[in-house]
């Protein structure tokens, strides 16, 4: 699509109706304290070579450069990204600012999408999919809105504390100037969320559970899905890692109405923690109630198949005052790139690739209690767990670190009961001989 500017005579056709002599008595309104005068100060031009040389000077600062091995998960994961889809994702089809509402000018970036909501429902086990929202944290807060609308009739919502904290805080902040109350659901000494208090908060509209959550647990779905329909709330399931589904049981087939979650993990670089990708699901019949838009597949007046956006109930839409949310769009690019690494790995591919995190984790779970640490929970872990060490493992972390080893996430500063633990993570970019050798420091 070409850009047209507007010409000299346009622009003034327009500050006439608006009452105004120049483009910058448009700004008469803002104090004069408030605006900026005179030439923004910046330094000398570079030729392209003393660029490159200016920003492999910046890059060199970083503490964490790619030679490190990072054994830090925590909703940011490591994971091989297969050049085929950055080649891909580069195709002029579909690297694109534009917002699809002409189907006529975006049938790559729709098409796209919609493979991409396929993909989705199936790995969530869910019925349909959304084109995607910003982020988990995003996800998470539209989710709860969501059960909200359903049980109208209800203010609360209850939210583990196995969630990630981030997570925590935007629907906190979504919260904050509303009628909403939130209940925060314990932790149990298992490391899964404790329901069994779950009655006593009253009518809940929704409740969500994380899974594997923060601290590396996979939760009892099934069973928690049984005790939040009991008390008529929605069961909200969420995740920070999706790769986990290609070997533990999908939230769908626990009983999830909802599934959402940080989609980082799908073929999407961890780039200093964004931009990330809100994966949404959920079942049909609430359909109508879900946030954001959805691509759907239809066919021209000649019978050739189409795509276009099918439901998009958004404030700048049809529904306007109505709308289901104010999520204006979805994370085209990152959307795009999942929906190519779901594609390229398939279902087979998944489940290797989640079982060989898996067994890294397992063998760093045994070699780690044979050297003197604790495994925090005997619960099952998919890639990440909670470690408590017998001494001070500060000197060891920094020695490891120096040697370029990112060993472990102190959790004290989200559950202080837990000061002591780090947690850890092992995806298929820790080969077994950085996990010796962290196990080896321990050891001395």
Not at 254 to 279: H, K, N, T, W, Y
Not at 423 to 442: G, N, S
Request: hydrophobic share 40%; charged share 25%; glycine share 10%.
């Amino acid at each position: 699509m070409r850009y047209l500017p507007h010409t000299e005579e346009e622009i003034a056709e327009m500050l006439a109706t608006v009452g105004s002599d120049s483009l910058e008595g448009l700004f008469d309104t803002i104090p004069a304290d408030c605006r900026m005068t005179g030439e923004i100060e910046l330094p000398p031009a570079m030729t392209e070579w003393q660029l490159d040389d200016h920003m492999a000077g910046i890059s060199a600062q970083m503490k964490v450069t790619t030679c490190h091995k990072v054994m830090v998960g925590a909703g940011i994961y490591h994971h091989f990204v297969p050049e085929s889809i950055r080649t891909l994702a580069s195709r002029s089809e579909f690297l694109t600012a534009y917002t699809p509402y002409q189907p006529e000018m975006a049938q790559g970036t729709l098409q796209g999408i919609f493979e991409y909501q396929t993909l989705t429902a199936r790995l969530l086990g869910m019925d349909v999919a959304n084109a995607s929202i910003y982020d988990g944290g995003a996800a998470l807060a539209e989710a709860l809105l969501m059960g909200l609308r359903i049980n109208k009739k209800r203010k609360k919502i209850g939210v583990s504390k196995g969630i990630h904290p981030h997570h925590r805080q935007v629907v906190r902040t979504y919260l904050q100037a509303t009628e909403f109350e939130i209940v925060e659901l314990p932790i149990g000494a298992d490391g899964r969320t404790d329901l069994g208090e779950l009655a006593d908060h009253g009518e809940l509209a929704a409740v969500a559970i994380q899974s594997p959550n923060f601290l590396g647990v996979i939760e009892d779905l099934t069973q928690a899905g049984v005790a939040i329909h009991e008390t008529g709330a929605i069961f909200i399931t969420s995740f920070t890692e999706p790769l986990a589904y290609g070997l533990v049981k999908n939230p769908g087939e626990c009983g999830a109405d909802i599934v959402c979650g940080e989609g980082q993990s799908l073929g999407l670089s961890r780039s200093f923690g964004g931009p990330g990708l809100g994966m949404f699901a959920c079942k049909d019949a609430f359909t109508r109630n879900m946030p954001g838009r959805l691509v759907g597949e239809t066919v021209d007046r000649d019978g050739r198949r189409g795509f276009v956006l099918t439901l998009s109930t958004r404030e700048q839409h049809i529904r306007r005052e109505k709308a289901t949310s104010n999520i204006c769009s979805n994370q085209g690019i990152c959307a795009m790139m999942a929906g190519m690494y779901m594609a390229s790995l398939g279902g087979t591919g998944l489940r290797e690739l989640a079982q060989l995190n898996f067994s890294k984790a397992e063998y760093m779970k045994a070699e780690l209690k044979k050297a003197g640490a604790e495994i925090v929970f005997d619960s099952p872990t998919f890639n990440e767990f909670l470690v408590r060490f017998p001494k001070d493992f500060e000197t060891t972390r920094k020695k490891l670190f120096d040697e370029g080893i990112v060993a472990g996430l102190k959790v004290g500063k989200y559950y202080p009961q837990l000061k002591d633990c780090y947690l850890f993570c092992t995806t298929e970019t820790v080969t077994k001989a950085d996990i010796d050798k962290v196990v080896q420091e321990v050891s001395r």
